[in-house]
């Protein structure tokens, strides 16, 4: 209720958030939790609560008239199409040189992830997070957060004969050949529900390609785990479709929210206040980075320092699909989440998740999407003039990542007598360079927060999402940011609360 006082207020409910709820709910601790998009609990006309990846609808955008999908184009022919405005689950946020897709609604990424639940490889690590103790995170944290998302491996011998995963055997085939290896990646679907869509058992969901607008069945949604366990506290309430706007000290201590309640339309229906005494940015890297950059810059935290909005990064994403011979069929039913990957880390910098192209025809076509070692660093600002925060990046910079990416591609194709596509992302284009899935950054650790999260200048502010990991994690970002989630929280529970 508007004009409350309470404990502690998390703005998102990402993997970030819902690990803070979960853990302070049950340590004592009162939780509100504030996220922008929509509770995503009710089925709409056709009796689902998410649409298809192939039949976008008004449930598919973020606020937009017309989609912007990923893979924009097919055989030559544009795929997007005009659809209601409406805030819906994928938002196609638009930066001069970077389209940085992200999840809208109470699960946040969780939703319309392909669940990829990646540990980084050990020696990865100091230079992913250099503050943080790796000997504690492979010991206890990424375990804890791996049990917590309910990370399982893929049965191989099903693996190895199901129709759905035609399209990762000709990925492993391939990199074998060119001497890459080929290594089998966890995820958070529900291996027995996607057996059983194979064997006609059940309503078909990551068999009917459905990931980027969200998962009617098998995934395991932050919905089912996390934010489950946190409400079981009765100590976690959550208001959908309510936006934070301000966070500034209040008087008598604590900070003052202002938070905009929308409807399914986008419109400001009410404003409310609230008072917490302590405030956790959970709103995602490019979120809480927006967030604090214009607190910082109009004098709402002063004390912020200046490594605020800096540090953010595309985690090297980079698309290509490649065309194979007719006797390399990739298979017209493909599973939608993936579980593998080629490891070029070491040796070209790039790591290729062997990704589904879920068209339900035969496209004779193999799809990656690259995680590169691209070293360019962005920043966000705060454009009085236009009262908006921009975000520096240019296009020109996934050079390096396209570069990485080729030393696998390129020579998979030498090998193979094949050649790139060039009708995915446009006429002629074979680089999917204008978009990232893993923004990371812009609020880093032990940078902008101490090596905890808590945000400098302002006791009683953290951080505790993507936007703490300085743009690169080396694969799949979700793990990283619930594992160093539930290392910032613990200490800051024993500390602080
Ligand atoms: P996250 O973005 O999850 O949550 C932030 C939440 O805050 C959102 O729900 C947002 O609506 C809300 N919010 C923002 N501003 C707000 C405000 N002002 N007020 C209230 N609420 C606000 N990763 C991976 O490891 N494996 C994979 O397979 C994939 N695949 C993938 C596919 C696609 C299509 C996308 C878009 C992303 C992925 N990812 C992924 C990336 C992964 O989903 C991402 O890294 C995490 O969701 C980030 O977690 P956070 O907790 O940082 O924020």
Known sequence: PSGARIPVLVIGTGYGGSVAALRMARAGVDVHMVEMGMAWDTPGADGKIFANT??????????????????SQFLGYPLDKDIPCYTGILDAEEFAGITVYQGRGVGGGSLVNGGMAVTPKRENFPAILPSVNADEMYAVYYPRANAGLGVTAVDPAWWESTACYQYARVGRKHAQRSGFPFVFVPNVYDWEYMKQEAAGAVPRSALEG?????????????????????????RVTISPLHKVTTVTPAAGGGYTVMIDQLDTGGAVTATKTVTADRVFFAAGSVGTSKLLTRLRATGALPGLNDEIGKGWGDNGNVMCGR???????????????????????????????????????????????????NPHRAQFAWNAAAGRVELDWQTAWKQPSIDMAKSIFDRINSK?????????????????????????????????????GRLHGHPGLYVIDGALIPGNASVNPFVTITALAERNIEHIIAADL
């Open 323 to 373: 065309a194979n011979h007719m006797w390399d069929p990739t298979g017209k039913l493909q599973s939608s989440m993936p579980t593998a990957g080629i490891d070029n880390w070491a040796a070209g910098g790039a790591f290729a998740e062997v990704a589904p192209l879920p068209t339900g025809i035969e496209t004779y076509a193999s799809f990656y999407l690259s995680i590169t070692k």
């Open 416 to 452: 193979e007598g094949t050649i790139y596509r060039t009708d995915l992302f446009g006429a002629y284009k074979i680089w999917g360079d204008h978009l990232t899935y893993h923004p990371l950054g812009g609020a880093v650790l032990n940078r902008a927060t101490d090596n905890y």
């Open 210 to 234: 459905e990931v980027l607008y969200g998962n009617n069945h098998g995934k395991k949604t932050l919905q089912k785990t996390y934010l489950a366990q946190a409400r079981a506290t009765g």
């Open 54 to 71: 192939t039949r976008p609808d008004h449930r598919s955008f973020w606020l937009r008239t017309r989609t912007k999908q990923p893979l």
